[in-house]
């Protein structure tokens, strides 16, 4: 921001962006691996249903959400994968609010945008995939600060990081717990 201009800068907790109900998350049996699944409200290349496609060897034995964005593009084709691939998942269809599925979720999957900030700040051990360039800073920031497994910007060379980062949290509680106390 310019020096001199009319704005203010909005710091401190009473600021804070991020809905209270997420700080608070009381996270029960967080070793027992809950893994939830949001791009976001667009999800624009349909990034949702190559997850559910590239990781249902790891996670069609575990408990499953998957959120479907408002916005999203292709629904039907997230609900196919979805039945094929992980058919005991739960699909939530634009819920009106993220904060149950935080709380109940200990690992998630998530794009770059304000969810990230309201996963991690419920607790949860993130895997970060950039679907939009300015996703990346954020993402990036969160990975150098242990915050979250960045596996990149979406482009088909991540499905090794994928797999690779979900066995990290899934197999090895202490690294879940790592980035959840970041």
Known sequence: YAEGSNS????GAKNN????KFFSPNKTNKYIPRILITMGGED?????SWIIENSA?????????IIIGAAHPDKIKVRKKTIKHLPEAKIFDSPES????????NI????GGMSAYELAASENALIGIAIESHQIQLLESMNVRGALEFIGQYDYNTKK????????LIDNPIN??????S
């Not at 962006?17 to 209270?20: G, H, M, W």
């Open 176 to 181: 879940a717990d790592k980035l959840r106390r």
């Open 44 to 48: 624009p290349d349909n990034l949702t």
């Open 161 to 168: 990081k994928l797999k690779f980062s979900l066995r990290k």
């Open 8 to 11: 203010n800068d909005l710091i």
């Open 57 to 65: 060897g790891i996670l069609n034995s575990l408990d499953v959400r």
């Open 108 to 111: 998630a999957i998530t794009a």
């Open 98 to 105: 993220l904060i149950e599925h935080a709380i109940w979720s």
């Open 17 to 20: 962006l991020i809905n209270s």
